[in-house]
């Protein structure tokens, strides 16, 4: 299959956008849509992963976030902001879980995959996986919400 990227404002390479449908064929010899347990666990994830987010068939769930930054002044890999992408990584992981996808790493940051006409920039996030019925070890998720001791309220 032929590498789909494109170059964003910080010179990192980030897939375009896909559908399952581009990186998918689910339908058996009579046109009819195989059943996802047939599928291969990446096949899996990427029929799980938000639509629009699939990029690849490499056992990421992947989630974009669209952030307005119409004069263009964020950088989003200067250190400052890494407050902002913690949000969004712990998000991306809770999205996997909701959608079946045991995290078993930490969720990345991958970079701009585009800046849209009205100056939004969509980010895209990724976690390696595994789907949750395929998980052999389902205790050893990454953790999905960090916790600071200090900003406990309960007893």
Same mark, same amino acid.
């Given at each position: 299959m032929p590498k789909n990227t494109s170059?964003?404002?910080?010179?990192?390479e980030v897939p375009v956008k896909?559908?399952?449908?581009?990186?998918?064929d689910r339908s058996d010899e009579r046109g009819r849509m195989k059943p996802e347990h047939m599928?291969?666990?990446?096949?899996q994830i990427a029929v799980r992963t938000e639509p629009g987010a699939v990029t690849a068939l490499d056992g990421k769930y992947r989630r974009v976030f669209v952030v307005n930054n119409k004069h263009g002044e964020?950088?989003?890999?200067?250190?400052?902001?890494?407050?902002?992408? %913690?949000? &969004?990584k712990t998000?991306?992981?809770?999205a996997a879980l909701m959608h079946g996808v045991h995290p078993k790493a930490e969720a990345v940051f991958e970079g701009v995959r585009e800046t849209t006409?009205?100056? &939004?920039?969509?980010? %895209?996030?990724? %976690?390696?996986g595994v789907p949750a019925a395929l998980?052999?070890?389902p205790d050893d998720l990454s953790l999905v919400v960090p916790r600071d001791p200090d900003l406990?309220?309960?007893?």
């Open positions: 170059k964003d404002t910080t010179n990192v896909l559908t399952v449908h581009d990186l998918l599928l291969t666990p990446e096949e964020i950088d989003w890999n200067d250190p400052s902001i890494d407050s902002f992408h %913690v949000a &969004n998000q991306t992981m809770q006409h009205d100056g &939004n920039d969509v980010l %895209v996030y990724a %976690v390696e998980d052999e070890t406990d309220i309960l007893p």
